[in-house]
C-alpha cells in the first residue's frame, strides 16, 4: 500500500437580542477561572485510559490539545463572512493563507475509529506532521489532539503508541496501517484577539476524498489559542449576524471515514454522566449542561443528513434532555433568561415531533401489523400516503435546523454553558446555594419529583388514557432526572435497580403512547381509495386489541417500579 506520495506505509505502524445579550454577561469571579492556554498543552484533558506516560516533548512526540467549535457555510459565503465586522476589526493582520494535504490512516478494521480516535499526516509546504486526536468525550469543544514531526505523508506508529490505550497497540504492531480517505484544502487563517481570548479562525475551502468518493469542505474552524473558551461563541454569533451557518462539531475525520463507508452519520444515545458525591451544584449544573448539549451536537448531523431515523430521534431526546435541565434549575430561583432558552428548544422540538412520529409509523407500525394481516389488501396504498407525510414532515424539520434562528440558539445556548450564564440570573441571597452539595439538591428534587408521579399513578388500573399520559409525562421528567442525579448516590446496586425499572416503565407508558399517536395519524392520513381505507382500519382495529392486552403489562411495569427502593431515601 502507498500513500499519495509514493511512500509505502511501514508494516509496524426579541428573542435574538435577548440570547445574544447572554455571551455579553460575565461573573466577575469568572475572570480568573479559565485558565490560559498555551499551544502544546495539555488543555482540560485527562490521559487517555490504559495509555502510557507521554514522553518527553524534546524526544517524540508533544501532547496537546485543543478548543474548537466549527461552523458550516456555504461555499459563496465564506468571502463575505471573513470580511465580516469582528474579524476586520479585531485581527491582527491579512493572515496566512496554505494549502494543507492530509492523509488519514487506520487499521482494516477501523480499530482507531472504533475507539474514538483518529490518526493524520498533514503536508503543509515542506513539513510533515502526525496527529493522533480523540473524540469529544464530555465536553463539546475540547478534544485530545497529539502531534509529531515526520518524515513524509508516511506515518510512524511508534509515534503515535504512547497515545494509543495499551489493548490496542497490539493490533497496530501486528495489523499494517492503511490509508482511508484524503483531504485536501485551502486554508486562510487569521488570529482575532477579542478581551476576553485569542482564537485562530480558520477559513477551510477543499474537499475530502475517498475512492471515487468525494466530499466538499466550506467551513469555519474557531480555536481557542489562549483566554476564555466563551471567546469562541461571542465570534461565531457575531459572524452568524452576517450569514448563515451551522455549529458543528462534527470532525472532518467523522465524515472522512463516513464517506470511504459510504454511510450515513451516526447517531449516538447521550454518554454517562460522572458527578462525584462530593460536587457542588453549580458544577453539577456546568457538567449537566455540557452533557446535553455535547448530545445535541452529535444528534444534529444525522438528523439534518436524514438517512438514518435515529438521528431526528436522538435529537428530540437531546432537547428534552436539555429542556429537564433548564428546569431543574429552576429550583434554586427565578432565572430569567432560562426562558428564553428552553422556549427555543421547545420551538425546534415541536418542528421535529411529526417527522419523528412518521418514522415509527412507516417503519415499524405498519409493516409490522402488514405481515401480520397478510390477507388485507391496501397497506401498500397507505404507505405511500404515509411516505408523502413523512417527506413533509422531514422537510419542515430541515428548513427548522436550517433556520438562522436554531444557530443562535445552539451558539448562544454554548456561551451561557461555558460562562455559567445562570449564575448572572441568581439572586444574591440564592448565590449561596450554588456553593452547597449538590447531594442534598438531588435528593429534594428526586424526592418531589417520585411523589408527583407516585400521585399521578394513584389507583392506576382505573386511569384514564388522557391520565395514563400525564403519568408518563412525570415518569420522563423523572428518568432523566434519575440520569443527571442518581450518579450522586453511592448504592450502585440501588440506583441500577431504581433506573431499569423506570426505564421498564417509560418503555410500556411510551408504547401506549405511541397507540394514541397512531391513531391521530391515521385520522389525518385521509385515504386514497377502498383498500388502503380496509387498511387503515386494519392497523386502528390492531392497535386497539393490543392495548388491552397491553394493560396487564403496563399495571406489572408500575408494580415493579412502585415496589423499588428510592436510592436517595438514606442519603442527606
Given at each position: 500500500?502507498?500513500?499519495?506520495?509514493?511512500?509505502?506505509?511501514?508494516?509496524?505502524g426579541?428573542?435574538t437580542?435577548?440570547?445574544?445579550?447572554?455571551?455579553?454577561q460575565?461573573d466577575?469571579?469568572?475572570?480568573?477561572?479559565?485558565p490560559?492556554?498555551?499551544?502544546?498543552?495539555?488543555?482540560?484533558?485527562?490521559?487517555?485510559?490504559?495509555?502510557?506516560?507521554a514522553?518527553?516533548?524534546?524526544?517524540?512526540?508533544?501532547?496537546?490539545?485543543?478548543?474548537?467549535?466549527k461552523?458550516?457555510?456555504?461555499?459563496?459565503?465564506m468571502a463575505?463572512?471573513?470580511?465580516?465586522?469582528?474579524?476586520a476589526a479585531?485581527?491582527?493582520?491579512?493572515?496566512?493563507?496554505?494549502?494543507?494535504?492530509?492523509?488519514y490512516?487506520?487499521t482494516?478494521e477501523?480499530a482507531?475509529?472504533?475507539?474514538?480516535?483518529?490518526?493524520r499526516?498533514?503536508?503543509?509546504?515542506?513539513?510533515f506532521?502526525?496527529?493522533?486526536?480523540t473524540?469529544?468525550?464530555d465536553?463539546p469543544?475540547?478534544?485530545?489532539?497529539?502531534?509529531?514531526?515526520?518524515a513524509?505523508?508516511?506515518?510512524?506508529?511508534?509515534?503515535?503508541?504512547p497515545?494509543?490505550?495499551?489493548?490496542?497497540?497490539?493490533?497496530?504492531?501486528?495489523?499494517?496501517l492503511?490509508?482511508?480517505?484524503?483531504a485536501?484544502?485551502?486554508?486562510?487563517?487569521?488570529?482575532?484577539e477579542?478581551p476576553?481570548?485569542?482564537?485562530?479562525?480558520?477559513?477551510?475551502?477543499?474537499?475530502?476524498?475517498?475512492?471515487?468518493?468525494?466530499?466538499?469542505?466550506?467551513?469555519?474552524?474557531?480555536?481557542?489559542?489562549?483566554?476564555?473558551?466563551?471567546?469562541?461563541?461571542?465570534?461565531a454569533?457575531?459572524?452568524?449576524e452576517?450569514?448563515?451557518?451551522?455549529?458543528?462539531?462534527?470532525s472532518?475525520?467523522a465524515?472522512?471515514?463516513?464517506?470511504?463507508?459510504?454511510?450515513?452519520?451516526?447517531?449516538?444515545?447521550?454518554?454517562?454522566?460522572?458527578?462525584?458525591?462530593?460536587?457542588t451544584?453549580?458544577?453539577?449544573?456546568?457538567?449537566?449542561?455540557?452533557?446535553?448539549f455535547?448530545?445535541?451536537?452529535?444528534?444534529?448531523?444525522?438528523?439534518?443528513?436524514?438517512?438514518?431515523?435515529?438521528?431526528?430521534?436522538?435529537?428530540?431526546?437531546?432537547?428534552?434532555?436539555?429542556?429537564?435541565?433548564?428546569?431543574l434549575?429552576?429550583?434554586?430561583?427565578?432565572?430569567?433568561?432560562?426562558?428564553?432558552?428552553r422556549?427555543?428548544?421547545?420551538?425546534?422540538?415541536?418542528?421535529?415531533?411529526?417527522a419523528?412520529?412518521w418514522?415509527?409509523?412507516?417503519?415499524?407500525?405498519?409493516?409490522?401489523?402488514?405481515?401480520a394481516?397478510?390477507s388485507?389488501a391496501?397497506?401498500?396504498?397507505?404507505?405511500?400516503?404515509?411516505?408523502q407525510r413523512?417527506?413533509?414532515?422531514?422537510?419542515?424539520?430541515h428548513?427548522?435546523?436550517?433556520?438562522?434562528?436554531?444557530?443562535?440558539f445552539?451558539?448562544?445556548?454554548?456561551?451561557?454553558?461555558?460562562?455559567?450564564?445562570?449564575?448572572?440570573?441568581?439572586?444574591?441571597?440564592?448565590?449561596?446555594?450554588l456553593?452547597?452539595?449538590?447531594?442534598?439538591?438531588?435528593?429534594?428534587?428526586?424526592?418531589?419529583?417520585?411523589?408527583?408521579?407516585?400521585?399521578?399513578?394513584?389507583?392506576?388500573?382505573?386511569?384514564?388514557?388522557?391520565e395514563?399520559?400525564?403519568?408518563?409525562?412525570?415518569?420522563?421528567?423523572?428518568?432523566?432526572?434519575?440520569?443527571?442525579?442518581?450518579?450522586?448516590?453511592?448504592d450502585?446496586k440501588?440506583?441500577?435497580?431504581?433506573?431499569?425499572?423506570?426505564?421498564?416503565?417509560?418503555?410500556?407508558?411510551?408504547?401506549?403512547?405511541?397507540m394514541?399517536?397512531?391513531a391521530?395519524?391515521?385520522?389525518?392520513?385521509?385515504a386514497?381509495?377502498?383498500?388502503?381505507?380496509?387498511?387503515?382500519?386494519?392497523i386502528?382495529?390492531w392497535?386497539?386489541?393490543a392495548?388491552i392486552?397491553?394493560?396487564?403489562?403496563?399495571?406489572?411495569?408500575?408494580?415493579?417500579f412502585?415496589?423499588?427502593?428510592?436510592?436517595?431515601?438514606?442519603e442527606?
Amino acid at each position: 500500500m502507498s500513500v499519495p506520495d509514493g511512500n509505502p506505509v511501514p508494516k509496524d505502524g426579541k428573542r435574538t437580542q435577548v440570547i445574544a445579550g447572554f455571551l455579553r454577561q460575565r461573573d466577575a469571579s469568572e475572570s480568573g477561572a479559565e485558565p490560559a492556554i498555551v499551544e502544546g498543552a495539555v488543555i482540560d484533558q485527562a490521559p487517555l485510559q490504559d495509555a502510557a506516560p507521554a514522553p518527553e516533548p524534546s524526544t517524540t512526540a508533544r501532547p496537546a490539545g485543543e478548543i474548537e467549535l466549527k461552523l458550516l457555510v456555504d461555499a459563496d459565503r465564506m468571502a463575505p463572512l471573513s470580511a465580516a465586522p469582528v474579524i476586520a476589526a479585531n485581527a491582527r493582520n491579512k493572515g496566512t493563507r496554505k494549502r494543507l494535504k492530509s492523509v488519514y490512516y487506520d487499521t482494516p478494521e477501523r480499530a482507531l475509529r472504533r475507539a474514538g480516535l483518529s490518526l493524520r499526516v498533514r503536508q503543509s509546504g515542506t513539513r510533515f506532521v502526525q496527529t493522533v486526536k480523540t473524540d469529544a468525550a464530555d465536553d463539546p469543544l475540547r478534544r485530545g489532539e497529539w502531534e509529531a514531526s515526520v518524515a513524509s505523508l508516511a506515518p510512524d506508529p511508534a509515534l503515535a503508541m504512547p497515545f494509543i490505550p495499551e489493548k490496542l497497540r497490539e493490533q497496530l504492531e501486528t495489523q499494517p496501517l492503511e490509508a482511508v480517505f484524503t483531504a485536501d484544502v485551502h486554508r486562510h487563517t487569521r488570529i482575532v484577539e477579542l478581551p476576553s481570548g485569542t482564537v485562530e479562525v480558520a477559513f477551510d475551502r477543499g474537499e475530502l476524498t475517498a475512492g471515487d468518493r468525494s466530499l466538499p469542505v466550506s467551513e469555519i474552524e474557531l480555536e481557542l489559542k489562549c483566554g476564555s473558551a466563551s471567546t469562541i461563541y461571542e465570534i461565531a454569533l457575531r459572524l452568524a449576524e452576517h450569514g448563515a451557518v451551522k455549529p458543528s462539531i462534527r470532525s472532518k475525520s467523522a465524515r472522512g471515514f463516513d464517506l470511504a463507508a459510504d454511510k450515513a452519520p451516526s447517531a449516538c444515545r447521550p454518554g454517562k454522566l460522572r458527578l462525584d458525591p462530593s460536587v457542588t451544584l453549580d458544577e453539577a449544573f456546568a457538567t449537566i449542561l455540557r452533557s446535553c448539549f455535547l448530545h445535541l451536537l452529535q444528534s444534529l448531523p444525522a438528523a439534518e443528513d436524514g438517512r438514518n431515523p435515529e438521528g431526528v430521534h436522538q435529537l428530540r431526546v437531546s432537547l428534552r434532555r436539555l429542556r429537564s435541565a433548564l428546569d431543574l434549575m429552576r429550583s434554586v430561583g427565578a432565572l430569567s433568561n432560562l426562558d428564553a432558552l428552553r422556549s427555543e428548544a421547545k420551538w425546534l422540538a415541536q418542528d421535529l415531533s411529526a417527522a419523528r412520529d412518521w418514522d415509527v409509523f412507516r417503519l415499524d407500525t405498519l409493516p409490522a401489523i402488514a405481515r401480520a394481516c397478510p390477507s388485507v389488501a391496501g397497506f401498500d396504498a397507505l404507505g405511500r400516503v404515509a411516505a408523502q407525510r413523512q417527506s413533509e414532515a422531514y422537510r419542515k424539520a430541515h428548513d427548522a435546523l436550517d433556520d438562522r434562528r436554531c444557530a443562535v440558539f445552539l451558539i448562544s445556548l454554548g456561551g451561557w454553558i461555558e460562562t455559567r450564564g445562570w449564575r448572572n440570573d441568581v439572586a444574591p441571597e440564592d448565590l449561596g446555594g450554588l456553593a452547597e452539595p449538590a447531594v442534598n439538591f438531588a435528593q429534594r428534587v428526586l424526592s418531589e419529583q417520585y411523589a408527583k408521579v407516585l400521585k399521578r399513578g394513584r389507583r392506576f388500573k382505573s386511569l384514564t388514557v388522557d391520565e395514563v399520559h400525564r403519568v408518563r409525562l412525570a415518569a420522563k421528567r423523572l428518568r432523566y432526572l434519575g440520569e443527571f442525579l442518581l450518579p450522586l448516590f453511592d448504592d450502585r446496586k440501588s440506583v441500577r435497580k431504581f433506573a431499569r425499572r423506570l426505564a421498564g416503565l417509560q418503555e410500556e407508558l411510551g408504547a401506549f403512547n405511541d397507540m394514541a399517536v397512531t391513531a391521530s395519524l391515521l385520522d389525518g392520513l385521509g385515504a386514497e381509495d377502498r383498500d388502503s381505507t380496509i387498511a387503515a382500519a386494519a392497523i386502528a382495529g390492531w392497535q386497539a386489541r393490543a392495548s388491552i392486552g397491553a394493560q396487564q403489562t403496563l399495571q406489572d411495569s408500575w408494580r415493579d417500579f412502585t415496589a423499588a427502593r428510592v436510592p436517595w431515601s438514606s442519603e442527606g
